[in-house]
């Protein structure tokens, strides 16, 4: 891994973080297999707020309980503190099984961005999400976004930015895995 700060595209199968990934990175990607796996791992570069991020588009998960080889991947990744920041990339047009893992995100204790994407999907079918609400609700940045438009892309690299200069806002407790997770990102003053 590239030293520096590394923010990690974390979601569900198909939720579009590869195409979050690419429209971020462009050109600046390295696209190689996780050691001694079959998976692909690709790792670019972006900038934002004036720093350069290094960014992993992790393997699809529904949760951090690791059945699956891409759930194991994605899991030790989180696990051993590896991101400086996480973007949760969620469905909108599933987004009740989309939250699981968002949650699961939100125990790690690392500055998260909820990047609210297929939103085109979602609003074809009716459904209007007030991103506003979710956000207070989660207590972290929910960004609408349509990756394969480019549309709140922008928005959610500035998003990641603030993130990482504000350090962590929400809750540190395991709520889901029982798992305390260690890094070094700062406590807010609420979380102790
Ligand atoms: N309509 C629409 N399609 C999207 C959007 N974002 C991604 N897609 C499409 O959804 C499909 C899945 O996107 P990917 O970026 O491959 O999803 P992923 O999360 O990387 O999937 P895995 O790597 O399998 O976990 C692709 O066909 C994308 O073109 C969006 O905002 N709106
Ligand atoms: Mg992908």
């Excluded at 998960?61 to 990339?89: C, H, N, W």
């Excluded at 892309?153 to 504000?166: D, T």
Aim: overall charge negative; proline content about 6%; aromatic content about 4%.
């Amino acid at each position: 891994m590239t030293p520096g700060t590394t923010v990690a595209l974390v979601g569900n199968p198909n939720a579009g973080k590869s195409t979050i990934f690419n429209a971020l990175t462009g050109e600046h990607q390295h696209v190689g297999n996780w050691p001694g796996k079959t998976v692909e791992r690709k790792e670019g570069k972006f900038t934002a707020g004036g720093m350069t991020l290094n960014v992993v588009d992790l393997p699809g998960t529904y949760s951090l309980t690791a059945f699956s080889m891409e759930e194991k991947i994605t899991r030790d990744f989180l696990l051993q503190g590896q991101p400086d920041a996480v973007v949760a990339v969620a469905d909108a047009a599933n987004l009740e099984r989309n939250l699981y893992i968002v949650v699961q995100m939100l125990e790690l204790g690392v500055p998260l961005v909820v990047a609210l994407n297929m939103a085109d999907i979602a609003e074809s079918r009716g459904l209007k999400i007030d991103t506003d609400r979710l956000a207070a609700g989660l207590n972290v940045p929910v960004i609408r976004t349509i990756a394969t438009r480019g549309e709140g892309l922008e928005e959610l690299k500035q998003a990641v930015a603030q993130a990482i200069q504000n350090g962590v806002h929400h809750p540190h407790r395991p709520l889901t895995t029982g798992v305390e997770f260690k890094n070094d990102a700062p406590r807010c003053p609420n979380c102790g």
